[in-house]
């Protein structure tokens, strides 16, 4: 894995991006989850290229497998500007299945189920990590845009900086305007 990484272009990476946290959580904060691209041992930010794929991520882990949204979900959209210095593209799943990840799958899981696909993403990063990349370029699982996860400890101080907060998403709103264009049944 470390030499299948080591030999992609490692890129700058300046645009805007997209994130989704509930209201009383800063946007800019870290985290060790332990979610597709992040095996808990490093901090992610995670963030889409495309504003209903930052939503739909953020819907699909509310709804958790449940057959009712949670009514008092309060989470707000922001956008961001990230200017990254070492970023690795894999935005095509035959370039993950090149790497052994089994994409027949990929983002198809039931939210129970979801963990089971999350080995070889991890290693991915992990890897991508260890070669002090500060992110990569992934396929979005929920939403057909490519998502960017950024590694907390290998940016630097004004990386990533707030543009707008674009206020509470309307949940019922949202989906009502997209459930045709939404993948996977979520």
């Known amino acids: 894995m470390i030499d299948a990484l080591e030999v992609l272009p490692h890129t700058p990476f300046d645009a805007t991006v997209w994130r989704v946290v509930h209201e009383n959580r800063d946007v800019t904060q870290y985290s060790s989850s332990g979610g597709r691209w992040d095996d808990g041992t490093f901090e992610v930010l995670y963030t889409a ?3 209903d794929g930052a939503i739909a991520e953020m819907y699909f882990h509310l709804l958790r497998g449940q057959p009712v949204f949670p009514s008092k979900a309060r989470f707000k959209l922001y956008e961001l500007r990230v200017a990254l210095k070492a970023t690795i593209r894999l935005t095509t799943l ?10 027949t ?7 129970a189920e979801r963990t089971s696909e999350y080995p070889r993403t991890q290693e991915i990063s992990e890897v991508a990590h260890f070669l002090d990349c500060d992110g990569l370029v992934v396929p979005n699982a929920r939403w057909p845009c490519t998502n960017l996860v ?15 907060d674009h206020g509470t998403i309307a949940w019922d709103d949202w989906r009502r305007a997209n459930i045709s264009h939404m993948p996977h049944g979520l």
Request: proline share 6%.
């Open 49 to 51: 290229l495309h504003r």
């Open 94 to 103: 035959p370039e993950l299945q090149a790497l052994g990840l089994d994409t």
């Open 105 to 111: 799958r990929y983002g198809q899981l039931s939210y």
């Open 150 to 164: 950024i590694f907390g400890d290998n940016i630097e101080p004004g990386t990533v900086d707030v543009v707008r």
